[in-house]
């Protein structure tokens, strides 16, 4: 019985168990409890649906939304991922790789970026200048300076890089038709 406990399989179970107590956050209505009564397929494909309406809506504009929006949006691409992981094993159609795959290289990109924007914070507090960029009171001297400057250098060129392919993969997300839909629509 102990083995049972303790093995992956039972942990899954509990963490599903309590997914289910959270029904309501992925967008069911409270007057018909947890979802329980509803087809997994017809819940996961709403739980889906949602959290890929409300990433769209973040990134709309996306190749002119600022970090911090950008930021926004990882953080609701992220969302959808675990709400794939949750629900990804409800659907099995052959346009699941390919979406999955473009939601990994976008999410790879964003967390690329999101490492930049961390080191040039990083780097501006180190050497003393505000993250906007303004000097401080008392600007770095010599070699530090020297050595700021050249790895500043080398991450927004890095983020420019990157820039370009994050746009390019944003662009191949969208248009990716989500698997769900069609196997919901009975289209696989």
Request: aromatic share 6%; charged share 25%; proline share 4%.
């Amino acid at each position: 019985m102990g083995e049972a406990l303790s093995s992956p399989r039972y942990r899954h179970l509990l963490i599903d168990l309590c997914a289910l107590g959270h029904a309501d956050d992925l967008g069911m209505p409270a007057e018909n409890g947890p979802g329980l009564d509803q087809p997994l397929a017809e819940l996961a494909s709403h739980a889906l649906s949602r959290a890929h309406r409300k990433l769209l809506k973040r990134g709309d504009g996306f190749e002119t939304l600022s970090k911090p929006e950008r930021h926004e949006v990882r953080i609701a691409l992220k969302r959808l991922r675990y709400a794939l992981d949750f629900f990804g094993g409800v659907f099995e159609s052959e346009g699941k790789k390919k979406f999955i795959k473009r939601l990994a290289r976008l999410q790879e990109d964003l967390g690329r970026m999101n490492d930049v924007a961390v080191a040039e914070t990083m780097l501006a507090r180190l050497v003393g200048v505000a993250g906007d960029g303004l000097a401080a009171a008392e600007p770095p001297q010599g070699q530090l300076a020297f050595a700021a400057g050249g790895i500043l250098g080398w991450h927004r060129r890095r983020a420019a890089e990157i820039d370009l392919q994050v746009v390019a993969d944003w662009n191949a997300f969208v248009s990716a038709e989500p698997f769900w839909a069609r196997e919901q629509n009975g289209a696989v």
